[in-house]
């Protein structure tokens, strides 16, 4: 079994910062791909910015330039800093992990998500 532990939400003012972390662990082989999404009240869950195992990035044109996304292959762990918060991103942030496992049945690939952490941007 893998586990996704996120931290760092809580309350910002606009224009401020926060930095996201969500570390995985279990029986992981490798690390395929690992994303944020997030999820406003009453709205769908939506891509933020995802990043490959080789370092590729990709990002939604709502956060381009305001938020980065990086991992640590070593720790299984990847980061999303946010800059230049305005109130538009407040949501529930999820991290998602597409991996390779080991189970009883061998190596297979699967997605896992995170429980998800508030990030509250107040005007």
């Known amino acids: 079994q893998v586990q996704l532990v996120e931290s760092g939400g809580g309350l910002v003012q606009a224009g401020g910062s926060l930095r996201l972390s969500c570390a995985a662990s279990g029986s992981i082989f490798s690390i395929n791909a690992m994303g944020w999404y997030r999820q406003a009240p009453g709205k769908q869950r939506d891509l933020v910015a995802v990043?490959?195992?080789?370092?590729?990035?990709n990002y939604a044109d709502s956060v381009k330039g305001r938020f980065t996304i990086s991992m640590d292959n070593a720790k299984n762990t990847v980061y999303l800093q946010m800059n230049s918060l305005k109130s538009e991103d407040t949501a529930v942030y999820y991290c998602?992990?597409?991996?390779?496992?080991?189970?009883?049945?061998?190596?297979?690939?699967?997605?896992?998500w995170g429980q998800g952490t508030q990030v509250t941007v107040s005007s």
């Open positions: 990043i490959i195992r080789t370092g590729t990035t």
């Open positions: 998602k992990a597409n991996l390779l496992e080991r189970r009883s049945s061998g190596l297979g690939s699967y997605e896992y």
